[in-house]
């Protein structure tokens, strides 16, 4: 049994700065590349940013500049640095991680940003 839990979620004004953690615990051999997402009301989830098990990441267009994914192996959590938000990012944020053999995800946390 494997599980994901987001903390740093909440309301913040427009150009702030909220950072995101998710703890993956339970049966972990291994974990390869670890992800955020977001899914706003009305609109389908998408690919927030992720890290690679190596480092490397990748960020959707949206995001770029702004936001900040990153990872500490040895505690198997992953982080989102969330800078200069705007009331577009508002959204629930939800963490997933390749735990082989399963991709898991965890709860969700809401981010709200107030114009």
């Known amino acids: 049994q494997v599980q994901l839990v987001e903390s740093g979620g909440g309301l913040v004004q427009a150009g702030g700065s909220l950072r995101l953690s998710c703890a993956a615990s339970g049966s972990i051999f291994s974990i390869n590349a670890m992800g955020w997402y977001r899914q706003a009301p009305g609109k389908q989830r998408e690919l927030v940013a992720a890290?690679?098990?190596?480092?490397?990441?990748n960020y959707a267009d949206s995001v770029k500049g702004r936001f900040t994914i990153s990872r500490d192996n040895a505690k198997n959590t992953v982080y989102l640095q969330m800078n200069s938000l705007k009331p577009e990012d508002t959204a629930v944020y939800y963490c997933?991680?390749?735990?082989?053999?399963?991709?898991?995800w965890g709860q969700g946390t809401q981010v709200t940003v107030s114009s």
């Open positions: 997933n991680a390749d735990i082989p053999p399963r991709l898991a």
């Open positions: 890290i690679t098990s190596g480092g490397s990441t």
